[in-house]
């Protein structure tokens, strides 16, 4: 996995529907991310093999790789960058994402539809309470 300047954070989105990903980008961005867009785990998968993120904000439900497969991948490679992960769906009453909540407390879900503010606010939170430097 490829280091970056540690004054660039970085983040990872990994969303199947083109604009919640641009949106998610602009409010990244606009904390100061330079973020970069998988349209599914299995090539999020391969992008975090590759570089180093700040961040991962996942939808969980993607095609091919969703995003519990995803959060396992990198706990069971990078354990360090899981603790980075948010989630984000429109599907918080299905049994796999409940059950996942239960197993996994501490990794932040945020429900679609969410505002840019809901989305900053976990964000930052998340980012305080791994280390990264908050813009």
Known sequence: MKSNDRNIKKA???EDEPVIARVCRRVLRGEG???EIAANGMVGKNMAS???YDLFLSDIRTPEMNGIEFY???KREYPELAERVVFTT????SDDVKAFVMKEPD???IPKPFTPDELRTIVREMMEKTG???A
């Open 50 to 52: 590759k570089e180093k």
């Open 107 to 109: 990794v932040p879900l």
């Open 33 to 35: 991310y330079q973020v």
């Open 72 to 74: 396992w991948y990198l």
């Open 12 to 14: 990872l989105v990994i």
């Open 90 to 93: 429109g599907d918080v009453l």
């Open 132 to 134: 990264v430097p908050v």
